[in-house]
């Protein structure tokens, strides 16, 4: 969409009996929510189960606990079927960086202890990373990717740091900071090409992308359920494909410790896993009152009405064009550069998003690449219009304001 184009609002979804979509979700009504792509919300009726689940636990925990493992393998059938991947190549697991973290323990250096990476990645998984390489006497290699990069670049810039010492690759789905997708799929080619494994970092992508692992070769695949896919907090998708899928292991021993993968992992003692339970209700309700597909669409066009109408507000304020290049764009989240003075680091972005909610009632993804720092905009089935032009007309002034007061703090 050019600039000089008008967007037009999506017309609002809503439940059967007319009520607004957020009426489904427990959302604090004094706030606006607006990122979605950090956490997620969980339905109402996914936490009424959930609940129930719990009760039971608690009536009678010396049933629940040993009868559990059974109810998580069911569970992960239910869920592989979403993701439409195989039942046995997907363990259940807490959360992304839990499933990052179960490969890294798991690994072994087999050239060098090198593992590549690249600017956009997640900082616990990069930090993650370097810890690694550090207990493999290696180091972390770091592909620079400019944001506004293509499929062909961001090959190229990622295969430029590959050497003979290179034991493992870890690459985003979709970039956190950066609200852009990585080419997984032909770095995964050129990854098995030359015998280097491959971790993709798909936290963001189940229910962004409708078949994520489609034409996908990796390794490893790790992705949040309870993102956009709306599941209760604390279940996630660990895929495991080839033979290095045989040194996985929870990183808690349990007495599945002796089980194949990925049987072993659903058995983690008096873990509270009712999550996983509930995750596939949260799926349903969504796919049963719009479809996944018309939910998708949605969160796509409110993303770019969002963009075009927050993003010419911060313009009329400072006379400068917030459009952000990005690469390869993802429905459901958009870019817009903050004024000159605002979140330049992760440390000033997260202030600035606690800012936000405590002084404009606001949840809202500040971000920081490359000393930029950027409102990420994600956008779900509960969000309308109304929200972003809220954010343009009330928010947009105030931020104008701290980025002035930022900068001349920092005047010499």
């Known amino acids: 969409m050019s ?17 607004p979509a957020a009426a489904a979700w427990s959302l604090d009504p004094a706030l606006r929510h607006l990122n979605h792509g950090s956490f997620g919300a ?21 049933v629940w606990f040993p009868a559990l493992p059974q109810r998580v393998a069911a569970a992960r059938v239910e869920l592989a079927d979403f993701l439409m991947v195989a039942p046995d190549d997907l363990a259940l697991v807490p959360n992304a960086s839990a499933g990052i973290s179960a490969v890294y323990a798991c690994l072994t250096p087999r050239r060098g202890g090198e593992i590549v990476v690249t600017d956009h990645g997640y900082g616990a998984v990069t930090m993650g990373a370097e ?3 550090g207990r493999w006497g290696g180091r972390v290699r770091t592909a620079r990717v400019p944001l506004e990069a293509d499929e062909e670049q961001v090959l190229e810039a990622v295969a430029a740091e590959f050497s003979q010492a290179t034991d493992l690759i870890v690459l985003d789905h979709i970039t956190s900071a950066t609200a852009r997708r990585m080419p997984v799929e032909r770095i ?21 992308i409708a078949a994520p692992l489609a034409g996908v070769t990796c390794d490893f695949w790790v992705g949040n359920l309870h993102k956009w896919g709306c599941t209760p907090r604390g279940s996630a998708a660990l895929v495991a494909r080839g033979p290095l899928r045989e040194q996985l292991y929870p ?13 072993r992992f659903d058995q983690q003692g008096t873990v509270d896993v009712t999550s996983y339970l509930a995750a596939r209700k949260a799926l349903d309700f969504i796919e049963r009152t719009w479809g996944w597909q018309a939910a998708r669409r949605y969160m796509g066009d409110l993303a770019d009405y969002a963009e075009q109408v927050v993003g010419g507000a911060f313009a009329e304020l400072t006379g400068v064009s917030s459009r952000v290049d990005v690469g390869m764009p993802i429905p459901g989240m958009r870019l817009v550069r903050l004024p000159t003075g605002l979140g330049t680091s992760r440390v000033e972005a997260d202030a600035l998003r606690d800012r936000a909610a405590r002084e404009l009632g606001v949840e809202a993804a500040f971000t920081s690449f490359g000393g930029t720092g950027y409102l990420r905009l994600s956008a779900h089935v509960y969000n309308t219009a109304a929200d972003y032009e809220y954010f343009a007309e009330v928010c947009v002034p105030v931020l104008g304001e701290w980025a002035r007061a930022a900068r001349e703090q920092r005047a010499p």
């Open 3 to 19: 600039e000089t184009e008008v967007a037009t609002a999506p017309h609002p979804l809503l439940l059967a009996d007319g009520r």
């Open 42 to 62: 969980v339905p109402l009726v996914a936490q009424a189960l959930q609940h129930q689940l719990r009760e039971e636990m608690e009536r009678a925990p010396v």
């Open 131 to 133: 810890r690694l390489a």
């Open 188 to 208: 995964g080619v050129e990854a098995q090409r030359r015998g280097i494994p491959l971790l993709v970092d798909g936290a963001h992508a189940p229910g962004l």
């Open 251 to 263: 990183l808690i021993d349990s007495w599945g410790a002796a089980d194949p993968y990925p049987d």
